[in-house]
């Protein structure tokens, strides 16, 4: 039995789980899992003996916990010639170079701020926003010899010198 201590607001209704704070999120619970919410606090059960899948349930949900106070956010860095980004309402779309615009759908769950050569993913859920984001880093690799492609800006890359004869 695992026991969480919630502060929000929470709602438990035909096997969902509803969660709002500053932002509003929900999950569903699974079948294998019990829970209770008694006097802010969450007590998680599995009918199961194995206790994984209750500790990744509560890891789950301390992941929203503190998605609905601030937003997860990764930040991907573009540099390269001729790499645009673009906006168009649900949709955003990549040109890296003399290659074929790459476009993806923008989940409802996610919030997209573009700058120059970042963009800025804004989301409640911790793992699809990882999800999303690794969708558009795997459109470009990133070439470590020039420093040019897609990355992420906190991850330290550092540049390989290339091999010259004297």
Not at 73 to 79: A, D, K, P, R, W
Request: aromatic share 16%; glycine share 4%.
């Amino acid at each position: 039995m695992k026991i969480i201590n919630i502060n929000n607001k929470i709602l438990i209704k035909n096997n969902y789980l509803y969660l709002k704070n500053k932002y509003y999120c929900f999950i569903k619970i699974p079948n294998f899992i019990k829970i209770k919410f008694i006097n802010n606090f969450l007590f998680i059960n599995s009918i199961y003996y194995n206790k994984s899948i209750e500790i990744t349930f509560e890891k789950i949900i301390k992941n929203l916990l503190l998605g609905i106070n601030n937003f997860w956010y990764i930040e991907i860095l573009i540099s390269g010639i001729g790499y645009k980004i673009y906006l168009e309402k649900n949709k955003i779309f990549l040109n890296l170079g003399f290659t074929k615009a790459k476009n993806f759908i923008i989940p409802n769950y996610i919030n997209i701020e573009l700058k120059k050569e970042k963009i800025i993913l804004k989301s409640v859920f911790k793992d699809k926003l990882g999800e999303f984001s690794f969708k558009i880093l795997k459109s470009k690799k990133f070439d470590p010899y020039k420093k040019k492609g897609i990355f992420i800006e906190n991850k330290v890359i550092l540049k390989k010198s290339s091999k010259k004869k004297q």
